[in-house]
């Protein structure tokens, strides 16, 4: 079993829609959280991160963490085409020198 | 600065032929962290280094994978001899030094598509 569990869709919604995307992880070590975004071709690039359980708005984004379950969310609001992209969660251990475990990635479009 | 600068974008090899990717840091960056991904195992990292040491080179398949960083401004990732599963976007990506509890982003580079026939 990985450590990071991500659905690879791919995803597919309307312009507008609320988009959720999840990951699941095992270990309860992790204690910072982030998504990625890669566009085709790219290299990944931040998006936000969070440290321990919460909630982070950032626009029309929104990163929930419930440490608890082992469940993180990203929420998008408004979606638009330009969001269309595949989303990796990943997660460090505090101290863990930033070697990040990631998941495999959800492929998302937003058509018009 | 320019970002975290990988060289070649593509490289297209036969197999058994000798396979060296490159890649310069962001300046100011202690670590380097060399990834592979495809679409069946996602992103994986294979080694990283810490002021030019390698620190963990847990995730590298195997012997015909080796990585070097001569100084802070350069990193190599060699594969000899190349087989046609090492195909796949490797990617070099660099962070500054985390400081206490803080999380440092890790910026990536624009990686390199390796096929090997």
């Known amino acids: 079993q990985k450590e990071v569990e991500q659905d690879p869709g791919p995803l597919s919604v309307p312009e507008g829609a609320i988009v959720s995307l999840n990951c699941t992880y095992s270990n309860s070590a992790f204690q910072y959280f982030m998504w990625y975004r890669q566009y085709s071709r790219k290299g990944p690039e931040l998006l936000m991160y969070?440290?321990?359980?919460g909630n982070k708005e950032d626009g029309r984004f929104t990163a929930q963490v419930d440490k608890s379950s082992k469940y993180i969310s990203l929420f998008i609001r408004d979606s638009q085409p330009s969001d269309s992209a595949t989303y990796l969660c990943a997660m460090v251990v505090t101290g863990g020198e930033n070697k990040l475990t990631f998941g495999t990635g959800t492929q998302l479009k937003v058509e018009l | 600065d320019a970002g975290v600068i990988q060289s070649p974008r593509h490289e297209v090899t036969e197999m058994g032929q000798e396979v060296t990717l490159r890649c310069k840091p962001i300046s100011g960056h202690d670590y380097l962290f060399w990834y592979r991904q495809t679409m069946m195992r996602g992103l994986e990292l294979l080694i990283y280094?810490?002021?030019?040491?390698?620190?963990?080179d847990s995730g590298m398949p195997e012997d015909r994978f080796s990585a070097k960083m001569p100084n802070a401004s350069f990193s190599t990732l060699k594969i000899q001899p190349s087989e046609p599963r090492d195909s796949a976007v490797y990617f070099c990506a660099s962070n500054p030094s985390a400081g206490g509890l803080s999380y440092n982003e890790q910026f990536f580079g624009p990686g390199t598509r390796l096929t090997v026939l």
């Open positions: 280094f810490n002021n030019n040491v390698p620190i963990d």
């Open positions: 969070t440290y321990s359980s």
